[in-house]
């Protein structure tokens, strides 16, 4: 785990050490075309592999596992070819944006690294990630600026991220794709529906729901509010993203394999959950504490007087992104102990409660009134969703029965 952490934590002060020069080179306008764009991929990711990706981890049989990959491999490769389709009528037939050409290779690439990061993790490689979280960090750094600087506008972030991707899913490709080598696939497409089903029709759709929590509200700021506001918002949201998008997906992928292994010796998983999120409320509390009081100041310190409005958009979501941060490292707890049925109604719930903030303050009142709202009730959303993996954890961490993941 500290392999995996110290490369990710290296990879986060790079983009974090990046984002006060980008963020004096591009406007509030700029980035909210970025912030739509990005938007629109973490959909396509989540229907990439039907979220097959994170099966990999679950069996016993390595060459089980590895047949997974293959799969999702194999759908990553079908829903970027449609992307790319799709992005091809809306340029040429609806006129949109040329950039959005870009949205086939962006999908494959970090499609691809998602079902790599998690096959790594399966076979404890850990600094194959880390590297490869090092790589994709200065890359889009160093692109993003270079083409910043010669004036390329929203292209140069788009370019940016895209770069960063192809380097991270070349590099993970030459170091893994030969330990994913099988001669035969083990699972046919009727036995992998059949054992590993809920991630494909429930997990997927659970996951499409959790998405409005992220790129649904920008999407929808994007209808309501002008480019600018959208920009601010996905600022903000991007800067107290970064622990959860780097050292939470860490952790999230290192309890998910120890949790997973407990959990197929038939071992209670909840000390483990009890142990986690304790320090990681306790570690991050004075983090987001200092951005709830300071953020507006520090916002226009490191990143420019004209990022003033963000700063105070992220102080208003600090206690939302400090359960957050909680929240999405144990957020697999779900799939471990198979209660994705239920997973998918909690956020269902979830999804109706933002999408009808978004809609009744987008149609009747103001942008600041969207965001004091929003700062009131994801809070208390993340505070139920905690409690409930707190339950699960407790009351079904330990199985009864075998599962028909471990078999």
Request: with cysteine.
């Amino acid at each position: 785990m500290a392999v995996l952490t110290g490369g990710t934590a290296i990879a986060q002060l790079i983009t974090f050490g990046g984002s006060p020069i980008l963020s004096r080179i591009f406007t509030e306008e700029e980035y909210g075309s970025y912030g739509i764009y990005t938007s629109v991929i973490s959909y396509f990711l989540v229907i990439g592999a039907l979220r097959l990706e994170q099966a990999i981890i679950l069996p016993k049989s390595d060459d089980e596992a590895k047949s997974i990959a293959k799969w999702a491999i194999r759908l990553n490769t079908y829903t970027s070819s449609g992307a790319s389709v799709l992005s091809v009528f809306a340029v040429f037939i609806f006129d949109l944006s040329y950039y959005l050409l870009l949205l086939g290779p962006t999908v494959f690439f970090m499609g691809l690294i998602n079902i790599y990061y998690n096959y790594s993790v399966r076979i404890k490689s850990f600094s194959y990630n880390s590297k490869a979280k090092i790589w994709i960090s200065l890359m889009v750094v160093f692109v993003s600026i270079v083409l910043g600087y010669f004036n390329f506008g929203d292209y140069g972030l788009i370019l940016g991220m895209l770069s960063g991707q192809l380097i991270g899913g070349a590099y993970l490709y030459t170091v893994l794709n030969k330990k994913l080598y099988i001669e035969k696939a083990i699972l046919s497409w009727k036995e992998l529906k059949k054992k590993y089903g809920q991630f494909i029709f429930i997990n997927t759709p659970n996951a499409l729901f959790d998405l409005t929590e992220s790129a649904g509200i920008v999407l929808l700021l994007g209808v309501f509010f002008d480019k600018s506001n959208v920009g601010a918002y996905f600022f903000a949201f991007r800067i107290l993203k970064l622990p959860l998008g780097l050292i939470g997906t860490s952790i999230f992928q290192v309890f998910y394999k120890e949790a997973s292994e407990l959990y197929g010796k038939r071992e209670s998983i909840f000390p483990l959950f009890k142990k986690l999120t304790f320090k990681l409320g306790l570690y991050s509390f004075p983090i987001f504490l200092g951005l709830f009081y300071f953020s507006e100041d520090l916002f226009a310190i490191v990143f420019g007087k004209e990022w003033t409005e963000a700063g105070r958009f992220a102080g208003y979501f600090a206690p939302w992104f400090w359960l957050n941060f909680i929240a999405s490292t144990i957020s697999c707890i779900p799939i471990i102990v198979n209660k994705q049925n239920l997973a998918f109604m909690v956020s269902i719930f979830n999804t109706v409660i933002r999408l009808l903030i978004i809609l009744i303050t987008g149609f009747y009142y103001s942008f600041e009134v969207l965001i004091i709202t929003l700062a009131i009730v994801q809070p208390i959303i993340m505070t139920m969703n905690n409690f409930w993996y707190y339950y699960l954890a407790k009351n079904f961490g330990q199985p009864k029965e075998e599962s028909t993941y471990l078999t």
